[in-house]
């Protein structure tokens, strides 16, 4: 169901065609970022989707994800993991290595980030393929917590990224769904 809130945030939303490369229409989330009224939208979306759910902590993925992960973490009275790209974070490190288009990426988590029974929201800005989504919350199995979801604002669904999560165990939300590829 489309509100007002997700209309006003969608408008903000840039369309940049041809990148990274030709053929790829890339959904700049930073024009809406600098808009308060949006940014107040996006957070107050994502304060609604869990307030009534016990969260010890967001994990928000690099970068973006520490944008809305960090304000959310204040609003829900939770705690802040990043989760970050190699050799990024000081002290010892959990890692997942995840399947790309062309390769394999890593993500990273201090060992001592998390331990079992923590119930932890995983952020990020875009769901597409769902492989780092599915990564950080492997890390956060890993540590002995429970992913309770993985929160988006914007999701691509011809990439079934939601599928991929899901089947992993881990419930998704997302605030705009777009059938862009």
């Known amino acids: 169901m489309m509100t007002i809130a997700n209309d006003y945030v969608r408008e903000h939303i840039r369309e940049v065609p041809d990148f990274p490369k030709k053929g ?22 994502l304060y609604d989707q869990f307030k009534d759910e016990k969260v010890d902590y967001i994990a928000g993925i690099e970068s973006r994800g520490f944008i809305f992960g960090a304000p959310l973490a204040y609003k829900l009275n939770a705690g802040f993991i990043p989760i970050r790209k190699p050799n990024k974070l000081p002290a010892d ?19 001592d980030a998390l331990k079992e ?27 002995g917590a429970e992913p309770i979801a993985a929160a988006f604002i914007i999701e691509l669904d011809p990439l079934k990224g939601r599928e991929k999560i899901e089947a992993s165990g ?6 705009l769904n777009y059938d862009i590829d």
């Open 170 to 175: 881990v419930k998704v939300v997302s605030m």
């Open 24 to 45: 790829i229409l890339f959904l700049d989330i930073t024009t809406a970022t600098k808009d308060a009224k949006a940014m107040q939208y996006m957070l107050d979306f």
């Open 117 to 143: 029974g923590d119930r932890v929201l995983v952020i990020d800005d875009l769901l597409a393929t769902g492989g780092t989504a599915v990564a950080a919350c492997n890390l956060v199995k890993k540590a």
């Open 93 to 111: 490190t959990i890692k997942e290595t995840y399947s790309l288009e062309y390769g394999t990426d890593t993500i990273e988590m201090h060992a």
